[in-house]
């Protein structure tokens, strides 16, 4: 199983951002695929999940109403949407499967005026 | 949602000596879904124990781990140099919420 995110972002202050994460090998379906950012000089912290073959997709409580992810099954891709920026949303975001599979490569979301 | 607590925030250890960390959680951990990683500065967390005690590849055997139920416990048996680090527990056994602990730093005595 791999698991490639898009690029680095920059993002104004009330923007939104949309980080990709697409899924090589191993079942897309069945599978968690989490979303943990981890700010600078920060610990790691678990945004939400999604199972693509469900669709419903949990959050944690600190993002409800900021995050949606979502999945586009015809490319193993999962989405995570995350509004209303404000500057400490910058950090490095992984989607990861449970362990022990690999985590992606992180995307650096920078959140600046 | 189950919170992880890691004690002791700071071990101040030298090369060779035993390091003992804690992880515990605020009720039980199904199957024992307990992850261990391992973070230096400017790299990404790298899984040294799943399950609570199935190393992960490539990992040494001076890494293990322990415990069920809250309990967990990571020992790095014989300190390297390498393993000065920042050491997180992460529970994905309680959905549909996970979490991850704030960290143990090991630190050179």
């Known amino acids: 199983v791999q698991l490639v995110q898009s690029g680095a972002e920059v993002r104004m202050p009330g923007s939104s951002v949309n980080v990709s994460c697409k899924v090589s090998g191993g079942t897309f379906n069945s599978y968690s695929i989490n979303w943990v950012r981890q700010a600078p000089g920060q610990g790691l912290e678990w945004m939400g999940r999604?199972?693509?073959?469900?669709?419903?997709?949990n959050y944690a409580q600190k993002f409800q109403g900021r995050v949606t992810m979502t999945a586009d099954k015809s490319t193993n891709t999962v989405y995570m949407e995350l509004s209303s920026l404000k500057s400490d949303d910058t950090a490095i975001y992984y989607c990861a499967r449970h362990p022990p599979a690999p985590w992606g490569q992180g995307t650096l979301v920078t959140v600046s005026s | 949602e189950i919170v992880l607590t890691q004690s002791p925030g700071t071990l101040s250890l030298s090369p060779g000596e035993r390091a003992t960390l804690s992880c515990r959680a605020s009720q039980s951990i199904k199957s024992g879904y307990l992850a261990w990683y391992q973070q230096k500065p400017g790299q990404a967390p790298r899984l040294l124990i799943y399950g609570a005690s199935s190393r992960a590849t490539g990992i040494p055997d001076r890494f293990s781990g322990s415990g069920s139920g809250p309990d967990f416990t990571l020992t790095i048996s014989r300190l390297e140099p390498e393993d000065f680090a920042v050491y997180y527990c992460?529970?994905?056994?309680?959905?549909?919420?996970?979490?991850f602990g704030p960290g143990t730093k090991v630190d050179i005595k």
């Open positions: 999604l199972i693509p073959g469900l669709g419903t997709p």
């Open positions: 992460h529970q994905y056994g309680n959905p549909p919420v996970f979490t």
